[in-house]
């Protein structure tokens, strides 16, 4: 004799009831990484260990399929764990340095989204962190209008103002000559080059700086921060020496170097989104419709488009327009485009597979690199 059926309510009572016992384990994994933080730096291990999360991920993956569950699934789910984990650590090692224990630090335009993640980045090793920016405020931060109303007498100065005004500031800060680091956080250098001058020129300890990074981002791993030495050595190492206890990968260019890769970096990457989704707007074909044809690629690139669509548009145009390098990025991918159309429309089954072929081996290269530094 069998028991009552099981009702569906009692079903999705036991499904709540999972879903809570998993938040219990991320809970407990979360505190877990706290402690393998500080096991870490007792111990002078990295953060990350690549090896071992290899190891790991394969060990989820066969338990999974053994119990009849995706392995894609189990990975994906592991690697959001994983990437928790690393957050909660690279957090705690930043906190647990404190660098910035008995110094200050002034962000002009710490309001904004970017000054914003500067003033928390700063706040969590220990400095004191002052806010200047017109008319806004940050919870728990000291905040003035205006960044001449200051004494300057700040270890750091990070100027994280528009594109558009960032000059002006830094040529104003030359004729105070603060006594601190001062760097910017510009993702053109172009338009700041007179004011980076100035700076230098009146004996100033300047460097400048560009995260390759959005305002969101709370791990560092696998991020870029660029650096861009402009003949300071002492200033240099001071702003490297800020992101030494995270896990993000330090790169050292020229201001010149740094404008011309980031012509296709962000330049050619955002032309590309911007003339898709132009393309698409200008289709006649209504959105509903391509998303009941889409495909993965279509998808993939959708989302992409859709994120890009989404930013500042004065920011993007400072990073078309401002870019001394700029134009170039946008001739080869007018080239490109015309090369394509040309072997598609004359039928050049030869130059079609050519282009296909090349852009295969180009990122293999790429890939291969990416590989090698992991």
Same mark, same amino acid.
């Given at each position: 004799m069998t028991g009552d059926p099981?009702?569906?309510?009692?079903?999705?009572?036991?499904?709540?009831?999972?879903?809570?016992?998993l938040i219990g384990l991320v809970a407990e994994r979360k505190a877990v990484s706290e402690e393998v933080a500080r096991v870490k730096r007792a111990t002078g291990r990295p953060t990350r260990d690549y090896e071992r999360e290899r190891e790991v991920i394969l060990?989820?993956?066969?338990?999974?399929?053994?119990?009849?569950?995706?392995?894609?699934?189990?990975?994906?789910?592991?690697?959001?764990?994983?990437?928790?984990?690393?957050?909660?650590?690279e957090q705690a090692s930043v906190a647990a340095r404190g660098a910035g224990s008995g110094r200050r630090a002034l962000v002009i335009g710490g309001?904004?989204?970017?000054?914003?993640?500067?003033?928390?980045?700063?706040?969590?090793?220990?400095?004191?962190?002052?806010?200047?920016?017109?008319?806004?405020? @940050?919870?728990?931060?000291?905040?003035?209008?205006?960044?001449?109303?200051?004494?300057?007498?700040?270890?750091?100065?990070?100027?994280?103002?528009p594109l558009g005004i960032t000059d002006q500031i830094l040529r104003d800060l030359a004729l105070r000559r603060p006594p601190g680091v001062i760097f910017d956080v510009g993702s053109l250098k172009? #338009?700041?080059?007179?004011? @980076?001058?100035?700076?230098?020129?009146?004996?100033?300890?300047?460097?400048?700086?560009? #995260?390759?990074?959005? #305002?969101?981002?709370e791990l560092l791993s696998g991020r870029h921060v660029?650096?861009?030495?402009?003949?300071?050595?002492?200033?240099l190492s001071a702003a490297r020496e800020l992101f030494a206890s995270t896990m993000a990968e330090q790169v050292v260019m020229s201001l010149d170097d740094h404008d011309r890769l980031i012509a296709y970096v962000l330049g050619l990457s955002h032309a590309l989104n911007i003339a898709f989704?132009?393309? $698409?707007? /200008?289709?006649?074909?209504?959105?509903?419709? @391509?998303?009941?044809?889409?495909?993965?690629?279509?998808?993939?690139?959708?989302?992409?488009?859709?994120?890009?669509?989404?930013?500042? #548009?004065? @920011?993007?145009?400072?990073?078309q327009s401002l870019n001394d390098y700029g134009a170039e990025s946008?001739?080869?991918?007018?080239?490109?485009?015309?090369? $394509?159309?040309?072997?598609?429309?004359?039928? /050049?089954? /030869?130059?079609?597979?050519?282009?296909?072929r090349r852009g295969r081996d180009y990122l293999d290269d790429r890939r291969s690199v990416t590989a090698r530094r992991a």
């Open positions: 099981v009702t569906l309510a009692e079903l999705r009572q036991r499904v709540t009831d999972i879903d809570r016992q060990g989820v993956r066969a338990m999974a399929e053994e119990r009849g569950v995706s392995g894609d699934l189990a990975e994906q789910l592991l690697r959001l764990l994983i990437r928790s984990s690393l957050t909660t650590q309001a904004g989204k970017m000054g914003s993640w500067f003033v928390s980045f700063l706040a969590s090793q220990g400095f004191t962190v002052e806010v200047a920016d017109p008319g806004r405020a @940050l919870p728990g931060s000291s905040c003035v209008d205006d960044w001449r109303s200051t004494d300057l007498r700040h270890d750091y100065i990070v100027v994280a103002t172009s #338009p700041l080059r007179a004011g @980076l001058v100035a700076l230098k020129s009146h004996g100033c300890r300047v460097t400048s700086v560009h #995260p390759m990074f959005g #305002p969101d981002t660029v650096f861009v030495d402009l003949g300071h050595e002492a200033a989704f132009t393309a $698409l707007a /200008d289709s006649g074909e209504a959105a509903p419709k @391509l998303a009941r044809m889409s495909s993965t690629t279509f998808d993939a690139q959708l989302d992409v488009a859709s994120r890009v669509a989404q930013e500042s #548009p004065e @920011l993007y145009y400072e990073i946008l001739e080869a991918l007018s080239q490109a485009v015309e090369r $394509l159309r040309t072997a598609v429309l004359s039928q /050049d089954h /030869d130059a079609f597979v050519a282009l296909m």
